[in-house]
């Protein structure tokens, strides 16, 4: 069972920068965020697979960036340019294995493993 720790969460002004890391206690495959606003549905914000390739949803893309350091079994999600709807819990997760297919990276149900969540606030 791998365990993730997701960290740099906060309140920032609309505009700013953060970036979250996810730290994993053993290796996995691929890694994704998601988020949860209050009253919505928790959705895909971006993944990274195996092979280094990297998907995004579209309200994120350009402003947001995945990327890993398998060294360090941890991934990093940093957040430019941060709109008041993008306020949520962010939540790291991760599997061990590839998905069946590429849509799959953008599906929670794909992934086995969780963090907790850290809470993200954009005021405008």
């Known amino acids: 069972q791998v365990q993730l720790v997701e960290s740099g969460g906060g309140l920032v002004q609309a505009g700013s920068s953060l970036r979250l890391s996810c730290k994993a206690s053993?290796?996995?495959?691929?890694m994704g965020w998601f988020r949860q606003a209050p009253g919505k549905e928790r959705e895909h914000v971006a993944a990274i697979r195996g092979s280094g390739n990297t998907y995004y949803a579209d309200s994120v893309k350009g402003r947001f960036t995945i990327s890993r350091n398998s060294a360090k079994d941890t991934v990093y999600l940093q957040m430019n340019s941060l709109k008041p709807d993008d306020t949520a819990v962010y939540y790291c997760?991760?599997?061990?294995?590839?998905?069946?297919?590429?849509?799959?990276?953008?599906?929670?149900?794909?992934?086995?493993?969780w963090g907790q969540g850290t809470q993200v606030t954009v005021s405008s």
């Open positions: 997760a991760g599997r061990s294995t590839p998905a069946p297919t590429i849509r799959d990276y953008e599906r929670d149900y794909e992934y086995r493993y």
């Open positions: 053993g290796r996995t495959y691929a």
